[in-house]
T-cell receptor, first 114, second 118 residues
Framework: GESVGLHLPTLSVQEGDNSIINCAYSNSASDYFIWYKQESGKGPQFIIDIRSNMDKRQGQRVTVLLNKTVKHLSLQIAATQPGDSAVYFCAENRDTGTASKLTFGTGTRLQVTL | GAVVSQHPSWVICKSGTSVKIECRSLDFQATTMFWYRQFPKQSLMLMATSNEGSKATYEQGVEKDKFLINHASLTLSTLTVTSAHPEDSSFYIC??????????????FGEGSRLTVL
């Protein structure tokens, strides 16, 4: 069925290295994607978003890449820091015209080692 | 940035009692709010869409009589877990979108409410 999923449940990265978190989606009709960071016991925190008319979008230390051909989304974090340790979710919007209904992926836990 | 507040942040109750969780948009009006449920080490699952002034829209498999949603104003939605049982123990998260008419993007999440039913 339709789903938004992640390839890796846990990613361990050394401090200072770059992190890449991947996400696959199955609905080609999705036109908006968001990456969220969730720390333990807290709600999701917006990181960066991208619309389907774009392939790449950069923020501060983060870059999101969208490959619509293979329905793949990735989040790149440059110079990973201990404060980046959290669970990262991708989310997609499938209801164009409906405000903000999102479907979340399964999540990847990022562990930053010193 | 916009703030969405949830209350209580955690609650412990006895089996059979009802628990109300509030979701407030503090500095913007939200025609639509969303309620999610998250089990440990799992993703957020959308439970229902809360529409101001009308009935909530529930996702498949979510009991509307079990999870009562009221969106009486543009800044407040409430989720009431009725006759709670231990299996209802979970982390409940709300999100709110601005009434700007734009599609997504302006979506803000609360800090979540952890419910433990004994």
């Amino acid at each position: 069925g339709e789903s938004v999923g992640l390839h890796l449940p846990t990613l361990s990265v050394q401090e200072g290295d770059n992190s890449i978190i991947n996400c696959a989606y199955s609905n080609s009709a999705s036109d908006y994607f968001i990456w969220y960071k969730q720390e333990s016991g807290k709600g999701p925190q917006f990181i960066i978003d991208i619309r389907s008319n774009m392939d790449k979008r950069q923020g501060q230390r983060v870059t999101v890449l969208l490959n619509k051909t293979v329905k793949h989304l990735s989040l790149q974090i440059a110079a990973t820091q201990p404060g980046d340790s959290a669970v990262y979710f991708c989310a997609e919007n499938r209801d164009t015209g409906t405000a903000s209904k999102l479907t979340f992926g399964t999540g990847t836990r990022l562990q930053v080692t010193l | 940035g916009a703030v969405v507040s949830q209350h209580p942040s955690w609650v412990i109750c006895k089996s059979g009692t009802s628990v109300k969780i509030e979701c407030r948009s503090l500095d913007f009006q939200a025609t639509t709010m969303f309620w999610y449920r998250q089990f440990p080490k799992q993703s957020l699952m959308l439970m229902a869409t809360s529409n101001e002034g009308s009935k909530a829209t529930y996702e498949q498999g979510v009991e509307k009589d079990k999870f009562l949603i009221n969106h009486a104003s543009l800044t407040l939605s409430t989720l009431t877990v009725t006759s709670a049982h231990p299996e209802d123990s979970s982390f409940y998260i709300c999100s709110a979108g601005r009434t700007s008419g734009t599609n997504t993007g302006e979506l803000f999440f609360g800090e979540g409410s952890r419910l433990t039913v004994l």
